[in-house]
């Protein structure tokens, strides 16, 4: 049952990677652009709150 959460967490931590390196790869300004997206998220909620 260990192994089941061990490999369930590995495959999570490795799509990560795969997703990080892809935006590197095929669109460098992709992370970028992720993280602006993220912020203005972040913002959105924070202003609702106000």
Same mark, same amino acid.
Do not use: V
């Given at each position: 049952?260990?192994? %089941?959460? %061990?490999?369930? %967490? ?15 790869? %095929? =669109?460098? =300004? ?13 913002? =959105? ?6």
């Amino acid at each position: 049952r260990l192994w %089941f959460w %061990f490999t369930l %967490f590995s495959e999570l931590k490795l799509e990560r990677y795969t997703n990080s390196i892809e935006y590197r790869t %095929f =669109d460098p =300004d992709g992370e970028r652009k992720a993280r602006a997206r993220a912020r203005e998220h972040l913002c =959105d909620i924070a202003a609702t709150e106000l």
